[in-house]
T-cell receptor
Framework: AQSVSQHNHHVILSEAASLELGCNYSYGGTVNLFWYVQYPGQHLQLLLKYFSGDPLVKGIKGFEAEFIKSKFSFNLRKPSVQWSDTAEYFCAVNGPMNAGGTSYGKLTFGQGTILTVHP | TAGITQAPTSQILAAGRSMTLRCTQDMRHNAMYWYRQDLGLGLRLIHYSNTAGTTGKGEVPDGYSVSRANTDDFPLTLASAVPSQTSVYFC???????????FGSGTRLTVV
């Protein structure tokens, strides 16, 4: 079964610091990769996604992520964080597809990383 | 506004009681999902439905049941609630053509 691991449970930064959140998944076949953000009291919102093509993916609010297939990784980055980036961040993987196609479409989430940005 | 509606927003439930969490979407997405979110564990899939009339078990299905009588509705039922089912429950749907997921606002359930 697919598993997703996020390296840090809680990251604390000051405004303008650079951010990198790690994400590794277990299966090396064809996968779709996502980063979601959950602001306090709100539901999940999509930050960015990777399906194919350029492994460097740019998302909303200045976030980007790099897919490195050889490392089974999809790390999230932002050059300069803001106080408003305080939220919980989830990496998610869709895949692999088995012979019957029954795993297709089901997202497997990492444990989440809480980001706290101090002004 | 198109999207997913979950109800109730929050609920306190006595252990042993039953409850149905409602989820309705108006986007005509074929696939729907129920996840529970617990601190340090992320979101875990409870049940899913690829299309109306079919359902499947996810990662943590025990103690939960679902039905999918039509495209729009995907209720989640707890037959006899236990405190370990205290969680935030998210319903999601997926557009099969684009692999775009939409999440509801969640239901915060406390079982006491």
């Amino acid at each position: 079964a697919q598993s997703v691991s996020q390296h840090n449970h809680h990251v604390i930064l000051s405004e303008a610091a650079s951010l990198e959140l790690g994400c590794n998944y277990s299966y090396g076949g064809t996968v779709n990769l996502f980063w979601y953000v959950q602001y306090p009291g709100q539901h999940l919102q999509l930050l960015l996604k990777y399906f194919s093509g350029d492994p460097l993916v740019k998302g909303i609010k200045g976030f980007e992520a790099e897919f490195i297939k050889s490392k089974f990784s999809f790390n999230l980055r932002k050059p300069s964080v803001q106080w408003s980036d305080t939220a919980e961040y989830f990496c998610a993987v869709n895949g692999p597809m088995n012979a019957g196609g029954t795993s297709y479409g089901k997202l497997t989430f990492g444990q989440g990383t809480i980001l706290t940005v101090h002004p | 506004t198109a999207g997913i509606t979950q109800a109730p927003t929050s609920q306190i439930l006595a252990a042993g009681r039953s409850m149905t969490l409602r989820c309705t979407q108006d986007m005509r997405h074929n696939a729907m999902y129920w996840y529970r979110q617990d601190l340090g564990l992320g979101l875990r899939l409870i049940h899913y439905s690829n299309t109306a009339g079919t359902t499947g078990k996810g990662e943590v299905p025990d103690g939960y049941s679902v039905s999918r009588a039509n495209t729009d509705d995907f209720p989640l039922t707890l037959a006899s609630a236990v405190p370990s089912q205290t969680s935030v429950y998210f319903c999601a749907s997926r557009d099969s053509g684009t692999i775009a997921y939409t999440f509801g606002s969640g239901t915060r359930l406390t079982v006491v």
